[in-house]
């Protein structure tokens, strides 16, 4: 094998690949990455059983072939080699060479067949989203993504396409986040569970600013997420997710229009009493257009008061401030709308045009005074 590549495209490559490579596995070849050169492609290959992703860089090749190569050792070497074309060659006796400007490295890599083969996804069952969208969906939701195995569905996000579109659905228990966009598919409806882990580094590599498209293809037990330069490979999670269309309450007692960023503000000032030993509820106090914030710890007690629109009839509920505050960060618009019913019930959080998100925490039973 032997192939040149400029230094920025073939670093870009090794480390979006580098994103599934296992840090610590019973097979070194998975902490290895897959260089494989072929028709004026190199593609680099990590995998680590779960999830996989694949990056193509174009290159100028002398000979094609394959090698497993060390991933650290690679990384550190590309960010260090001058911003020049790099060559790469590996023999018989498995000895990588790189050599850039003055520079050369001897590596010892491993034989290509050592390494599992991804799965492979049948087209039948895709559909296309712009990558901006998807990404921004998924920034908006993965907050509320549970890291308890013990319910292993919620460690995943619910894909649910149907009548034109596209819910993602994460929630863990406490909270719960939900996008929508339209999405065209002509086919059966689909509904799957993809692993957290699979798309918060799917997010990482996902363009916010570009227009390109990303076409989800979905197999029986796994999806492929395929961009132009790189595809992500992930296994899909089974089990029965929780009917977030029943979970949402549609109506509400109170419905309470508030500033996002003033009442988000509101709440991280209340809660600099509160640290990781000195656990506390915020309590809010819906008034009559205005919502009082108290915060009592150890440490002292800590008040606040944001404008609103709306009475609450003096209706008190506590919440964890980081779950407030979570799903207050994710919302972009300026104002909101408060969905209350009681101090036990869900505070529904969603646009006062449209439908495109909505989130639910849910509160913290209060002690009586």
């Given at each position: 094998?032997?192939?040149?590549?400029?230094?920025?495209?073939?670093?870009?490559?090794?480390?979006?690949a580098?994103?599934?490579?296992?840090?610590?596995?019973?097979?070194?070849a998975?902490?290895?990455?897959?260089?494989?050169?072929q028709?004026?492609?190199?593609?680099?290959?990590g995998?680590?059983?779960?999830?996989?992703?694949?990056?193509?860089?174009?290159i100028?090749?002398?000979?094609?072939g394959?090698?497993l190569?060390p991933t650290?050792?690679?990384?550190?070497?590309?960010?260090?080699?001058?911003?020049?074309t790099?060559?790469?060659?590996?023999?018989?006796?498995?000895?990588?060479?790189?050599?850039c400007?003055?520079?050369e490295?001897?590596?010892?890599?491993?034989?290509?067949?050592?390494?599992?083969?991804?799965p492979?996804i049948?087209?039948?069952?895709?559909f296309?989203?712009?990558?901006?969208?998807l990404?921004?969906?998924?920034?908006?939701?993965?907050?509320?993504?549970?890291?308890?195995e013990?319910?292993?569905?919620?460690?995943?996000?619910?894909?649910?396409?149907?009548?034109?579109?596209?819910?993602?659905?994460?929630?863990?228990?406490?909270?719960?986040?939900?996008?929508?966009?339209?999405?065209?598919?002509g086919g059966?409806?689909?509904?799957f569970?993809?692993?957290?882990?699979?798309?918060?580094?799917?997010?990482?590599?996902?363009?916010?600013?570009?227009?390109?498209?990303?076409?989800?293809?979905?197999?029986?037990?796994?999806?492929?997420f395929?961009?132009?330069?790189?595809?992500?490979?992930?296994?899909?999670?089974?089990?029965?997710?929780?009917?977030?269309?029943?979970?949402?309450?549609?109506?509400?007692?109170y419905?309470?229009?508030?500033?996002?960023?003033?009442?988000?503000?509101?709440?991280?000032?209340?809660?600099?009493?509160?640290?990781e030993?000195?656990r506390?509820?915020?309590?809010?106090?819906?008034?009559?257009?205005?919502?009082?914030?108290?915060?009592?710890?150890?440490?002292?007690?800590?008040?606040?008061c944001?404008?609103?629109?709306?009475?609450?009839?003096?209706?008190?509920?506590?919440f964890?401030?980081?779950?407030?505050?979570?799903?207050?960060r994710?919302v972009?618009?300026?104002?909101?709308?408060?969905?209350?019913?009681?101090?036990?019930?869900?505070?529904?959080?969603?646009?006062?045009?449209?439908?495109a998100y909505?989130?639910?925490v849910?509160?913290t039973?209060?002690?009586?005074?």
């Amino acid at each position: 094998m032997l192939f040149h590549c400029e230094k920025s495209i073939l670093l870009s490559a090794v480390n979006t690949a580098a994103r599934a490579v296992a840090l610590r596995s019973a097979q070194p070849a998975l902490e290895c990455l897959l260089l494989c050169a072929q028709d004026a492609t190199l593609r680099v290959t990590g995998y680590n059983l779960e999830i996989g992703i694949q990056a193509d860089a174009p290159i100028d090749i002398e000979k094609q072939g394959s090698i497993l190569a060390p991933t650290k050792i690679l990384q550190d070497i590309l960010r260090k080699l001058p911003d020049q074309t790099v060559s790469i060659s590996a023999d018989d006796q498995l000895l990588i060479t790189i050599r850039c400007g003055l520079t050369e490295f001897n590596l010892t890599g491993l034989p290509p067949i050592d390494y599992p083969q991804m799965p492979e996804i049948d087209r039948e069952r895709a559909f296309t989203l712009k990558q901006n969208t998807l990404c921004d969906m998924l920034s908006r939701v993965t907050y509320a993504l549970s890291d308890n195995e013990s319910r292993i569905v919620n460690t995943g996000a619910l894909f649910d396409l149907a009548d034109g579109t596209l819910h993602i659905v994460a929630l863990d228990g406490y909270r719960l986040a939900l996008r929508r966009c339209r999405a065209d598919h002509g086919g059966e409806d689909l509904h799957f569970i993809v692993p957290g882990v699979a798309l918060r580094e799917l997010e990482k590599i996902l363009a916010q600013d570009t227009e390109s498209e990303i076409t989800l293809v979905l197999g029986r037990r796994h999806i492929q997420f395929v961009m132009e330069n790189t595809t992500l490979v992930s296994r899909l999670l089974e089990g029965e997710f929780l009917n977030y269309k029943k979970a949402i309450p549609e109506q509400h007692k109170y419905q309470i229009f508030v500033n996002t960023r003033e009442l988000q503000t509101a709440v991280e000032r209340v809660s600099l009493l509160i640290h990781e030993k000195i656990r506390s509820p915020v309590r809010l106090t819906f008034q009559n257009d205005s919502i009082n914030l108290f915060c009592q710890t150890a440490l002292g007690r800590g008040n606040d008061c944001c404008q609103s629109k709306g009475d609450g009839e003096n209706l008190v509920i506590g919440f964890n401030n980081k779950y407030l505050v979570d799903a207050l960060r994710t919302v972009e618009d300026e104002e909101i709308i408060l969905g209350l019913s009681g101090d036990l019930n869900p505070c529904v959080i969603y646009p006062i045009e449209g439908d495109a998100y909505v989130n639910m925490v849910l509160p913290t039973r209060l002690r009586s005074d």
